[in-house]
């Protein structure tokens, strides 16, 4: 099929990372409220989570943007989610440490 019409399997592949992102997106959502009373920065858990679906609601709604658009909105976004996750390892690792403490 992909070697008939290439434009059916590129927009396949959009709709299954739109899924992908907004499915891991609604986990991280969940894990955020669920961890509220866990750990501290449980609020840029779910930060990352609203980017993810975000991401993935802006993909199904745009599929006609053109791969190139896509690699980039791919790259932005795993850059934006990385920061946001690091800076939530930082804060669970504080808790970690205080915990460890005392």
């Known amino acids: 099929m992909t070697l008939i019409n290439p434009q059916i399997t590129a927009t396949v592949l959009l709709i299954w990372i739109a899924a992908w992102a907004i499915a891991t997106g609604i986990l991280e959502i969940v894990a955020s409220f ?9 609020f840029w858990i779910g930060l990352a989570g609203f980017a993810s679906v975000a991401f993935g609601v802006f993909l199904l709604a745009r599929p006609g943007l053109g791969a190139l658009a896509l690699l980039w909105m791919i790259g932005t976004y795993a850059i934006v989610l990385g920061v946001i996750l690091v800076v939530a390892a930082f804060e669970t690792h504080g808790f970690v440490k205080a915990a460890v403490r005392g």
């Open 34 to 42: 669920r961890l509220r009373k866990e750990i501290e920065g449980d």
